[in-house]
């Protein structure tokens, strides 16, 4: 079974500095995908970034980037320019496409809790 | 605008009532979930519907029953709650088994 873990509970930065949030992941599969979801307190989980684990190249999305470290099995979240908006529960999730019709949905992350001091 | 649409956003039950959550997804996907959240935890996988099966965590209890009348409807009926039971409850739909796309969720309080 995939784990996935994130060791900062809670993660402070000021507006407009960048913050990195950390993922590792357990798995034996050689495919997957890796997500970042953002769940403001208005509650809904919203996909910040998605990563095909057979490609080296790391995505981006705006002032989003990650980290990927396929062997070190490391996938971390770049936040540039923080705002205030950002503030949220950050969930790192793994997908398995051997789950047969997806059957195992998401295996997410306990969640970082990231606060944006003004 | 989100494409998961789910009703009611928030429900209150006492113990003895039977209700019904409701989602609809427009985006043609052919998998739809249902997760229970609790307060500052990772979302917790209930139910599965994909390519017309229906999969179920183990460790849900019977009072919970989801329904499939078709391939953009997934609706979890709910009976006999226990105050536990309160959370979020999010709905969710994909394609091709990659990421999924959440709805708004349903805020449930069972008294």
């Known amino acids: 079974a995939q784990t996935v873990t994130q060791s900062q509970p809670e993660m402070s930065v000021q507006e407009a500095e960048t913050v990195t949030l950390s993922c590792t992941y357990d798995t034996s599969e050689s495919d997957y995908y890796l997500f970042w979801y953002k769940q403001p307190p208005s509650r809904q989980m919203i996909l910040v970034i998605r990563?095909?684990?057979?490609?080296?190249q790391n995505a981006t999305e705006n002032r989003f980037s990650v980290n990927f470290q396929k062997a070190a099995k490391s996938f971390s979240l770049k936040i540039s320019d923080s705002q205030l908006g950002d503030a949220a529960m950050y969930f790192c999730a793994y997908s398995s496409p051997y789950s047969g019709g997806g059957a195992d949905g998401l295996t997410f992350g306990k969640g970082t809790h990231l606060i944006i001091q003004p | 605008d989100t494409e998961v649409t789910q009703t009611p956003k928030h429900l209150v039950m006492g113990m003895t009532n039977k209700k019904s959550l409701k989602c609809e997804q427009h985006m043609g996907h052919r998998a739809m979930y249902w997760y229970k959240q609790k307060a500052k935890k990772p979302p917790e996988l209930m139910f599965v519907?994909?390519?017309?099966?229906?999969?179920i965590n183990e460790s849900v209890p019977s009072r919970f029953s989801p329904e499939c009348p078709n391939s953009s409807l997934l609706n979890l009926h709910l009976h006999a709650l226990q105050p536990e039971d309160s959370a979020l409850y999010l709905c969710?739909?994909?394609?091709?088994?990659?990421?999924?796309?959440f709805g708004e969720g349903s805020r449930l309080t069972v008294l």
């Open positions: 969710a739909s994909s394609q091709d088994r990659a990421e999924l796309f």
């Open positions: 519907y994909s390519y017309e099966k229906l999969s």
């Open positions: 990563q095909e684990a057979y490609k080296q």
